[in-house]
């Protein structure tokens, strides 16, 4: 069984940016209750499902596997809840680590949040400038969540 171990936190400002590349995602949930959540994405030209638990305090569960892209891309079309998540990630090594910078479009325009994975949930480690709030407690922030409830329609 693997286990997923991450911290996420908001992004500030833009100079985490100028640190990496981004690639494309596009996902979407076949079932996104919280007890557990089937997601299927392409990542550039490859595409893969997974499957998650419950999150315990900052761990759960996943099973990930590669699909065929045409097998993804049409159930992201036509059996996905929909709006689907289309977002660019930047992986930026910092101190040890590599934070993933997701920057999302679409219905969840103007979200920007950063994740960590680690080795074990007391993990100390380095939080770069640009690395805002820690928002992983918060269901809001969840992938899953942001179908039913995106970033555009939460009251700022």
Same mark, same amino acid.
């Given at each position: 069984m693997a286990k997923e171990i991450e911290r996420k936190f908001l992004v500030r400002g833009d100079d985490w940016r100028r640190l990496a590349e981004g690639t494309l995602y596009r996902q979407g949930y076949l079932n996104s209750v919280k007890e557990r959540t089937v997601r299927i994405r392409t990542v550039g030209d490859r595409a893969f499902l997974t499957i998650k638990?419950?999150?315990?305090? /900052?761990?759960?569960?996943?099973?990930?596997?590669?699909?065929?892209?045409?097998?993804?891309d049409a159930m992201l079309d036509g059996l996905a809840e929909q709006p689907i998540i289309e977002k660019k990630r930047f992986r930026i090594p910092f101190a040890g680590h590599?934070?993933?910078?997701?920057?999302?479009?679409?219905?969840?325009?103007?979200?920007?949040?950063?994740?960590?994975?680690?080795?074990?949930?007391?993990?100390?480690?380095?939080?770069?400038?640009?690395?805002?709030?820690?928002?992983?407690?918060?269901p809001r922030y969840?992938?899953?969540?942001?179908?039913?409830?995106?970033? /555009?329609?939460?009251?700022?």
């Open positions: 638990g419950l999150t315990v305090g /900052s761990t759960r569960v996943e099973y990930e596997y590669e699909i065929p892209v045409a097998d993804c590599v934070f993933e910078v997701d920057e999302f479009f679409g219905a969840n325009q103007g979200l920007v949040v950063a994740e960590v994975e680690l080795q074990s949930e007391d993990e100390a480690f380095d939080k770069p400038v640009w690395l805002g709030d820690e928002v992983g407690h918060d969840f992938n899953n969540n942001l179908i039913a409830h995106p970033y /555009s329609q939460w009251a700022k």
